[in-house]
């Protein structure tokens, strides 16, 4: 080994290490300073796996399982060494597909096609298999090949779908990710060993199984496995929906734009959705004594949207539909609450007047007419002036919150006069059998969009808002969704590669030296995936009119 030595600054710690350090052994020696496992370094701004060497001077910081970016390199880095323990136990021949679908719980659904029967049994002796590689701290190994030579590799592999994926790649080259004898190709960084993977629990479950990893906030420990089954079924639903379609991952759809079949693809996914729509109105208007929809749902889901075209659905079903703002039911100003730093909380249950908000839905189904408040955001008070409202027979009143479906908002009413409605954007597609695409990526990314179009807020500013924005859904929609009658998914399989072509600009736009970068980077990454579309495919009436524009309604 060389003898240079190099200057690494970590904090206000600067130390001397030779050419050719692993940034695990740098990692090693300050672990005992971190409470959770270090899975990732920073060097000079740039996201770098441990197995790295040094190489010049530099400015490092520690990513750990705690935070995002660490908690994704986990759960990848699990996937690998999972699909690697079912071909183990099942032995190569037996096994034609191992799918890595989406998110349940705190884990991942997976499934198996092949001649083997998964039960509890097998499922055991996959996670023994699990556990003697994190014993035995088997080695995840990485090397990079041409794009070519990746396509064929799959190829002989029988993982079409990654030989598909390639076809469609610009890139010279191909990361490939090892254990032993298994390759597999997986997007994003990797811990450097198995025995980083230490925490985790398999479950039958459905047809298949989830594997439960920790939640960041305690990547410590495993949580008990609680199903969502609504949640669940949409999301099932949505993948079978698919695959019907010849469009499981995301080189089969980019084989579809290529063949100039995405026209096609773009109205029987429209056509999908307004059918579910149409349904949920029908099952309403069913039920003569429903007078409150109660609309929830993550940030960037299309909620507006999807009241708006909720709305004509009910129209064709003979009803009258009002909608009623959240926003106009706050607490007065100095009465909101205050959050741990000082700042007015606007997002919990306590920011707005339930109390009002109670009494004046009673009155309107005891057919009184109520006064409505109009909330002035610059003076922090509610204004009551000549806006009124009264229910007739056939109206309906759609209304729209984070917390609509919190059982608390609209404690004194009746369950039988109320429907309550999730809706999120639950991404149908994945990169390939072992890459899932997050929920959050395709929120993300479709705020993005919207930001810069509405309010002119930088990619910068829309990325660094993110975490505090999915704290609050963690607090206030997700404990409450399976409280809801129906769940709707308004992603549209199609929509990140029309998505694309706005949102890469603005990307491109942060700094290399901005916090943001390194989040801005992944996603472009992410995106080079896709073939993109123009926005002329999309229906003035979709959802996704919502984020890029020009769409029919006033959102």
């Known amino acids: 080994m060389s003898n240079k030595m190099y200057r690494v600054q970590i904090g206000e710690d600067a130390r001397l290490y030779e050419e050719g350090t692993t940034y695990r052994t740098i990692a090693e020696e300050y672990q005992k300073e971190y409470k959770d496992d270090i899975?990732?370094?920073v060097v000079n701004n740039k996201l770098q796996e441990l197995f790295r060497t040094l190489k010049s001077d530099c400015t490092l910081r520690f990513e750990t399982t705690s935070g995002t970016i660490g908690h994704r390199t986990y759960q990848r880095s699990m996937s690998l060494m999972l699909v690697k323990a079912v071909y183990d136990a099942a032995g190569h021949e037996a096994i034609d597909k191992v799918r890595i679908h989406f998110s349940v719980s705190k884990g991942f659904y997976c499934t198996i096609d092949g001649r083997i029967s998964l039960d509890q049994a097998f499922l055991d002796k996959v996670e023994a298999r699990m556990h003697e590689m994190v014993d035995m701290d088997m080695p995840l190994n990485k090397r990079s090949v041409r794009t070519d030579e990746a396509i064929e590799l799959f190829r002989?592999?029988?993982m079409h779908d990654k030989e598909r994926l390639f076809h469609y790649r610009r890139v010279s080259k191909v990361n490939i990710y090892s254990m032993n004898e298994f390759e597999d190709y997986h997007y994003g960084y990797m811990v450097p060993s198995a025995g980083y993977l230490k925490y985790f629990k398999l479950y039958l479950y459905d047809e298949g199984f989830v594997i439960q990893m920790p939640a960041q906030s305690a990547p410590k420990e495993v949580p008990e496995?609680?199903?969502?089954?609504?949640l669940f079924h949409v999301l099932k639903e949505s993948v079978q929906w698919g695959d019907m379609q010849g469009i499981e991952t995301v080189g089969a759809f980019n084989e579809k734009v290529a063949k100039n079949d995405v026209h096609d693809?773009?109205?029987v996914q429209e056509a999908l959705q307004e059918k579910k729509i149409a349904e949920i109105a029908t099952q309403?208007?069913?039920?003569?004594?429903?007078?409150?929809?109660?609309?929830?749902?993550?940030?960037s889901s299309g909620k507006t949207t999807f009241s708006h075209?909720?709305?004509?659905?009910?129209?064709?079903?003979?009803?009258?539909?009002h909608p009623i703002a959240m926003d106009n039911y706050f607490v007065e100003r100095e009465e909101n609450p205050k959050d741990e730093t000082g700042a007015y909380d606007f997002e919990c249950l306590e920011a707005v007047d339930v109390a009002l908000f109670n009494q004046h839905l009673k009155e309107l189904l005891a057919g009184k007419e109520v006064v409505l408040p109009t909330f002035n955001f610059v003076t922090g008070h509610k204004e009551y002036g000549s806006k009124t409202k009264k229910l007739g027979p056939n109206d309906v009143l759609v209304i729209e919150g984070i917390h609509c479906l919190n059982p608390k908002l609209t404690e004194s009413l009746a369950d039988e006069n109320k429907f309550k409605i999730y809706i999120s954007a639950l991404t149908q597609l994945n990169i390939d059998e072992h890459n899932r695409i997050p929920t959050t990526d395709g929120r993300l990314i479709r705020r993005l969009v919207r930001d810069a179009r509405t309010r002119g807020s930088s990619a910068q500013r829309t990325i660094r808002m993110w975490e505090s924005v999915r704290r609050g859904e963690e607090r206030y929609i997700f404990p409450f969704q399976e409280e809801a009658?129906?769940?709707?998914?308004?992603?549209?399989?199609?929509?990140?590669a029309v998505?694309?072509?706005?949102?890469?600009?603005l990307l491109f736009g942060i700094e290399r030296d901005c916090p943001e970068y390194l989040e801005a980077k992944r996603l472009l990454k992410f995106l080079d995936y896709f073939v993109g579309i123009g926005s002329e495919n999309v229906p003035t009436n979709s959802l996704l009119r919502e984020f890029i524009g020009g769409g029919c309604f006033k959102v």
């Open 265 to 267: 693809v773009v109205l």
């Open 284 to 299: 309403i208007a069913a039920r003569p004594e429903l007078k409150f929809i109660l609309i929830a749902g993550p940030s």
């Open 39 to 41: 899975v990732l370094v």
């Open 309 to 321: 075209r909720l709305s004509i659905q009910l129209r064709a079903n003979g009803l009258t539909p």
């Open 485 to 496: 009658d129906v769940m709707f998914n308004s992603a549209l399989i199609y929509e990140l």
């Open 499 to 505: 998505l694309k072509i706005h949102v890469e600009p």
């Open 225 to 230: 496995f609680e199903p969502q089954n609504k």
């Open 156 to 158: 002989q592999h029988g």
